[in-house]
């Protein structure tokens, strides 16, 4: 528990940088280990439709090892792009569409849904190592990301989909 928590700290503060120069979160995502041990995206928008999936990196760990490179060795992850075969309108969970064993180990990462007129839904920042301490039947949430009355950044990442789902319907109150 307090491993998750330490990471859950660790993650909240690229978040915050980011949230300054992007619009408006209209929805959440939860990322839901299957008893198989597959992963589905729960997709719960405030409002409007999305259509589109992007797998970002976000950061990486060690940064760049090469010394002739100037950028970010997280910069030189490209991103990861599916176009949803019908759009999401309200609530919807889908077969991850990106492959968790090719997600690099040393590479944060952030699952983004996005609509036409600018709706777009968040993961939590994860890494391989998060994603691999979510068991069959939790959830991996942004609950750290987004406080709340009744969740807050100290609130463990990883729920049931029970409060996923709470958290999902107060995220949209």
């Excluded at 180990?105 to 709706?119: I, M, P, Q, R, S």
């Amino acid at each position: 528990m307090r491993r998750r928590r330490a990471a859950a700290v660790l993650l909240l503060a690229p978040m915050l940088a980011l949230t300054a120069c992007t619009p408006d979160v209209t929805g959440t995502l939860g990322l839901l280990r299957q008893q198989d041990g597959s992963l589905e995206v729960l997709v719960r928008l405030c409002h409007g439709s999305v259509d589109l999936l992007t797998l970002d990196a976000v950061n990486s760990f060690p940064p760049d090892r090469n010394p002739d490179s100037a950028d970010n060795g997280w910069a030189n992850v490209k991103e990861k792009e599916v176009a949803l075969s019908t759009p999401i309108i309200g609530a919807a969970d889908i077969a991850m569409p990106f492959r968790e064993r090719t997600l690099g180990k040393d590479v944060l990462w952030e699952l983004t849904a996005f609509g036409d007129n600018g709706e777009n839904a968040v993961s939590a920042l994860f890494g391989a190592s998060e994603l691999a301490a979510v068991k069959p039947g939790e959830v991996l949430t942004p609950i750290g990301m987004f406080a709340s009355d009744i969740y807050d950044s100290s609130d463990d990442p990883v729920v049931s989909p029970e409060e996923f789902e709470r958290f999902a319907a107060d995220f949209c109150s």
